[in-house]
């Protein structure tokens, strides 16, 4: 625990005008961030008697061993500053209000020649038209089957509207009258773009003006005696009012607002949005979160502002937006969210009438979002506490182990061994920390030489990240303990015997494409979580006592002696600890028990699915691949021209040099790679015994 005295700054050095300053701790992280009129007044109030400052100050100030701070020119420049900052660092001591669920909207891919009407949900997508959340997709899929009918726009996805473009046969909804048919051209590309505009105009509210025409259409058509036509308008219309119908009518000047509500203890907050479009209800959304940090309503209601709007521009903002309580600065967070709109918006209390009444209704859904929440987390809560109190009994630790990270090897007969690490912190998986790792270092199935060869690499890269920090002390003891600065770890190379120089990691490569964020090299000294930068108090292996003898036996050649050990064996669920030749037995209905089978199931399930992975990308290898310099591209056009592997390797190289894009020497690589190779046994129809020929273009 840090006395705040040792680092706090002389008041001379702190200026009195705007910015955004942050607290980091003693390993560099950033631990909070905030924002102030008056950077001076504002950091005096986390410098005085301990005593007087609120019990999550308190702590937070005691962590944290320095602060730093950024001037600005506005209080909107701060605003802008400090949600950016919450976002990149993740600070343990800020509010973070994380979505209970995820949320489907009702997009229209607008960015597209030909605009599609999708569910879709997560991260919003540039020239993507938004509508919602809704609380269940099958209320989005509803609507637009009712509004198909007058406006048909395409709904299919990419591969069946090329495929049908190359047919000329239209899908069953172009039959059926529920789309305009712009793969086969019954209608050009700006008739359907304009029938989109129209579908994103009647789901933005202004709903009347295509009723009064479908009426004015049907009259017309009724008094021409064209009667089938006055009866498809008819049913048109029914169509729009039964999917306007599906959300009823609170505000009744047609307002866009969005009316945030409010409910919180000493602990924690629950915060519910409803989303008004056209005076009628069109999304609603809620939140929860720990109150890490002392804060009042007007706080939270800032924070829930800046959680809502920090990523959406336009007429996602709306023109106006009621709180139950007003920022600190209502006049910063109006300008910023007047530049997140482009044009001005309100922010204010509703006072009477229906904006009032419909923020009571609003203000119910949060306390009873908060209620049940409670009733759910204090299960968890007691549970989980539990859990960790009988391991550290079990174990005889003298804390609860409050980061465990567990370990399991997968392969299939020897092939493709992979090995998975997962995280759980106070007994709740910490996915953002899973890894996962090749093993390079020796060839075969060998469990307990792969568990040692993991657990050294993992911790190499943790006494890695203390020796960059300083924290590391050279051993005074003689033996393998290493001297002087740790090397690099060698993430998919051989460190065990025979294994070999250590290689750089190759697992990380795979993941890359679903895992970058974390998979990405921090800066040194930037205040983001840095990978494998802290040690769990526990490691968990799934075996007994020959993984858990070699997992020991890896740390102790490292030199770490403050880290807990022990293993989960399936056969009968015993915990296996280094050095004792008994296993510990917890009863079967222990909570204890039941974490350790939850963190080795979901290590188990994380191996498994990556060892997966590899072993169907190894199927679908080709010879092509080893050929150094020939991209993706190229093999495509390779392919392409000749028709197949088995056609490709008959070529010539003056014939493998036709192909756009492949010269003379990529040509004789390609010719000796497949030339290497040899071919496939013919495939044999088991039932006429006829080969079958291979013309497919798969691999050979």
């Known amino acids: 625990m840090a006395d705040p005295s040792s680092y706090r700054p002389k008041p001379g050095q702190i200026p009195d005008s705007p910015g955004v300053y942050r607290f980091r701790d003693e390993h560099r992280r950033v631990i909070y961030v905030g924002k102030a009129k008056n950077l001076r007044q504002r950091l005096a109030n986390y410098f005085q008697d301990l005593a007087g400052l609120h019990p999550r100050t308190r702590t937070m100030v005691t962590t944290a061993a320095s602060v730093e701070w950024t001037v600005v020119s506005t209080e909107v420049e701060a605003l802008q500053l400090e949600y950016s900052w919450i976002k990149e ?205 002392a804060v009042d309503t007007a706080g939270l209601v800032e924070h829930a502002l800046q959680q809502l709007y920090g990523e959406e521009t336009g007429d996602s903002v709306p023109k106006e937006v009621l709180v139950p309580a007003l920022p600190e600065d209502p006049e910063a967070v109006s300008q910023w969210l007047a530049g997140r709109r482009g044009s001005q918006v309100s922010l204010r209390i509703p006072q009477r009438g229906d904006k009032k009444d419909l923020m009571v209704t609003v203000q119910r859904n949060a306390q009873q979002a908060l209620g049940l929440h409670k009733t759910k987390r204090a299960s968890d809560l007691t549970t989980r506490s539990r859990a960790l109190e009988e391991i550290a009994e079990a174990l005889g630790l003298d804390t609860a182990p409050l980061r465990i990270e567990c370990y399991d090897i997968s392969h299939l007969q020897g092939d493709d061994v992979v090995a998975s690490m997962v995280v759980f912190e106070d007994g709740l998986a910490r996915k953002s920390e899973y890894r996962r790792f090749q093993i390079k270092g020796f060839e075969g199935q060998d469990d307990v030489r792969s568990m040692h060869e993991v657990i050294g690499r993992r911790f190499k890269r943790y006494l890695q990240e203390k020796e960059r920090t300083g924290e590391w002390e050279e051993p005074q003891e003689s033996g393998p303990v290493p001297t002087g600065p740790v090397p690099a770890p060698e993430l998919a190379g051989g460190a065990g015997p025979g294994g070999g120089e250590p290689r750089e990691d190759e697992a990380r490569e795979d993941q890359a494409r679903e895992d970058q964020a974390r998979e990405d090299e921090p800066r040194e000294d930037d205040g983001r979580p840095k990978r494998f930068a802290y040690p769990p108090q526990l490691v968990v292996v799934d075996g007994g006592q020959p993984q858990v003898a070699a997992a020991k036996r890896a740390l102790d050649e490292l030199g770490i002696d403050d880290i807990a050990v022990c293993g989960l064996a399936k056969r009968l669920e015993e915990v296996w600890l280094p050095d004792d030749d008994d296993p510990v037995v917890l009863p079967r209905s222990s909570e204890g028990l039941y974490l350790l089978q939850r963190v080795r199931d979901e290590a188990h399930r994380f191996a498994i699915t990556y060892q997966r992975a590899k072993r169907a990308k190894r199927i679908r290898s080709s010879p092509l691949d080893d050929v150094a310099g020939l991209g993706e591209t190229r093999k495509q056009a390779l392919i392409k021209h000749f028709g197949s592997v088995k056609k490709l390797r008959q070529a010539t190289i003056d014939e493998i040099c036709q192909v756009p894009g492949i010269g003379r020497r990529t040509a004789e690589s390609v010719a000796a790679a497949l030339a290497s190779t040899a071919p496939a046994a013919p495939a044999v129809n088991t039932a006429t015994g006829e080969i079958i020929e291979d013309d497919d273009g798969g691999t050979s």
């Open 89 to 293: 660092y993740d600070p343990r001591f800020n509010v973070k209000y994380r979505d209970d669920k995820s949320y489907p909207y009702l997009a229209v891919t607008l960015n597209e020649d030909f605009p599609r009407v999708q569910v879709m949900r997560g991260a919003k997508k540039k020239g993507v038209r938004y509508f919602g959340p809704y609380g269940h997709a099958w209320a989005i899929r509803e609507t637009v089957d009712l509004m198909l009918r007058v406006f048909p726009v395409r709904t299919c996805s990419a591969g069946v509207f090329k495929n049908a473009a190359r047919t000329g046969r239209p899908c069953l909804l172009g039959y059926i009258g529920k789309c305009s048919a712009p793969c086969v051209g019954r209608v050009t590309p700006e008739e359907h773009r304009e029938l989109a505009e129209d579908f994103c105009d009647f789901m933005a509210g202004r709903t009347g003006t295509y009723i009064r025409r479908l009426e004015k259409d049907m009259m017309l058509a009724a008094e021409e005696m064209e009667y089938e036509r006055a009866a498809r308008l008819r049913d048109d219309a029914e169509a729009l009012k039964r999917a306007m119908e599906k959300s009823a009518v609170v505000l009744a000047d047609a307002t866009d607002a969005d009316l945030i509500a409010v409910a919180e203890d000493e602990l924690e907050a629950a915060v519910q949005i409803f989303h008004v479009r056209g005076g009628r209800v069109r999304g609603q959304r809620g939140w929860v979160t720990d109150k890490v940090e």
